[in-house]
């Protein structure tokens, strides 16, 4: 019975162990995230874009309304070399993924091929193998909004994100995960604004661990069985992490998989909204 306790004792402690350097991968993850707030800059020069943009093309219209030919050839160029900008604008942002993506399959890879295959034995019939990363998803945190506060100054642009759910009311930020489109013609361009925490009252929110169920994938980087892998849409702000510990439980080479899981953070903005 003593050596029957000590085997179920052995077995929770590695599952404890395993959880823990699951949590810690996770939270090393999100760091590469946001931890020189990526994301929280990304999305405010997408805001200040997407307002150049709605601002050049209200300049048009009253333009072509002045009869000054010169003033609606100016406000012309504005309005091209705005939307052109926003066109850079998407596409830095899109690099900014793929170095996201990047760099967390570089990290993940490295702490898979740097597994101690011999494991370690704690007693004669019981034999511990490292942390094997099986899975790993980058996603966001179900209710989330973004880190920026929209432009009560622009009135019918205001007006406009609020009838199009673009913004929540009782803090004036915008949602996140969306593309805040604009109204036609320049609906064709896209603005996408990624969840983040915002700043509040000069506190950053740190990385931290979340529930399992508060976690909404978005792609998937790594899968120990596939070397395929996806890239998302939006700016990723958390991680899950999934994996198990192996154990040897006889001299027969019986074995029993841990699993182990977690979701973590990324920071949050470092400038207030």
Not at 4 to 11: D, Q
Not at 78 to 95: F, G, I, P, Y
Not at 201 to 223: G, H, V
């Amino acid at each position: 019975m003593l050596v029957v306790g000590f085997g179920f004792y052995l077995i929770l402690s590695d599952q404890k162990r395993g959880q823990a350097q699951c949590e810690e991968i996770g939270i090393n993850l999100v760091k590469l995230l946001n931890g020189q707030d990526q994301i929280g800059q990304m999305n405010t020069i997408v805001e200040h874009s997407r307002e150049l943009v709605y601002l050049s093309r209200q300049a048009v219209l009253a333009a072509s309304g002045s009869n000054v030919p010169a003033y609606a050839t100016l406000a012309d160029n504005l309005l091209t070399e705005a939307t052109d900008s926003s066109l850079l604008v998407e596409k830095e942002r899109r690099n900014q993924i793929d170095i996201a993506v990047a760099n967390c399959r570089d990290n993940v890879t490295t702490l898979y091929k740097a597994k101690d295959q011999s494991g370690y034995r704690i007693l004669p019939w019981f034999f511990e193998d490292q942390l094997s990363i099986q899975q790993v998803q980058l996603g966001s945190i179900n209710g989330n909004i973004s880190n920026i506060g929209g432009s009560p100054a622009i009135k019918d642009l205001h007006k406009f994100d609020l009838e199009h759910h673009y913004l929540e009311t009782a803090g004036n930020l915008y949602y996140g995960n969306i593309d805040a489109k604009l109204p036609e013609p320049d609906a064709k361009l896209h603005f996408y604004l990624s969840a983040l925490p915002a700043r509040v009252e000069n506190t950053t929110s740190p990385a931290r661990l979340a529930n399992l169920e508060a976690f909404t994938p978005t792609a998937l980087i790594f899968d120990d069985a596939s070397p395929d892998f996806s890239k998302p849409i939006q700016l990723p702000e958390a991680v899950q992490v999934t994996g198990s510990m192996h154990i040897v439980t006889d001299n027969k080479g019986s074995k029993l998989d841990i699993p182990a899981s977690s979701v973590a953070t990324a920071p949050g903005a470092s400038d207030s909204p």
